[in-house]
């Protein structure tokens, strides 16, 4: 089984200033990892995700993440966070695998953004 | 492109009642997931469904029923609502388990 440990429930911080939120997780095998943000009153979306190769990760809106299997961390990072990063943002895990795949979610990160 | 479907956006429910939640995708996607959101508890997985016709428990399956009535749908029931059932659910659903989740947008349920 998987258990995933964010470390941080909020996060403040200022506009342009940077941030990272913190993941560690737990697993006896092989695992994929995902990072999901969720806006107020929404769903969740895709951030990003480490699957196999490069451990360094990028997402499209600026942030990105670093597998270090060592000390089984997938911290998130963001060099200059906007006023619309403010949300919620959940770090996951699933077994290496096909077919379903059951997500492990930590508990979240609340990430607010001051002008 | 509509991704998952969930209705109805909020529920209120008196204590012993019945409902079903349903949550359609149109992605052509294998496997569909039910979670339950509680603030500081993150997401935990109610039941999953790996193909049509088949179904799973999950971390917290204890009140709730599923079914997988084709591969678009997968609906939710809860039988006989309690407080402790009051919860935002989501579904979502995934082609295979390298790609992520594509979730609803989630139905808020109170039960008084």
């Known amino acids: 089984a998987q258990s995933v440990t964010q470390l941080d429930s909020q996060v403040p911080v200022f506009e342009e200033a940077p941030v990272e939120l913190r993941c560690n997780y737990s697993s006896s095998v092989s695992v994929y990892l995902f990072w999901y943000v969720q806006y107020p009153n929404q769903g969740l979306q895709l951030l990003l995700k480490y699957l196999s190769g490069s451990t360094l990760v990028e997402s499209i809106n600026g942030f990105e993440a670093e597998f270090n299997k060592s000390q089984t961390s997938f911290h998130l990072r963001k060099p200059s966070v906007h006023i619309s990063d403010t949300a919620e943002y959940f770090c996951a895990v699933s077994e290496v695998g096909r077919g379903a795949q059951k997500l492990v979610f930590g508990q979240g990160t609340r990430l607010t953004i001051n002008p | 492109n509509a991704g998952v479907t969930q209705t109805p956006k909020f529920q209120v429910l008196k204590t012993g009642q019945s409902m079903t939640l349903q949550c359609a995708q149109d992605?052509?996607?294998?496997?569909m997931y039910w979670y339950r959101q509680d603030p500081g508890m993150g997401l935990r997985l109610i039941y999953y469904s790996a193909s049509e016709g088949t179904t799973d428990k999950g971390e917290v399956p204890n009140g709730y029923n599923v079914s997988r009535l084709n591969k678009r749908e997968f609906s939710l029931r809860l039988e006989s609502a309690a407080p402790s059932q009051t919860s935002v659910y989501f579904c979502?659903?995934?082609?295979?388990?390298?790609?992520?989740?594509?979730f609803g947008s989630g139905t808020r349920l109170t039960v008084v």
């Open positions: 992605m052509n996607h294998n496997s």
């Open positions: 979502a659903s995934s082609l295979d388990g390298d790609y992520g989740y594509t």
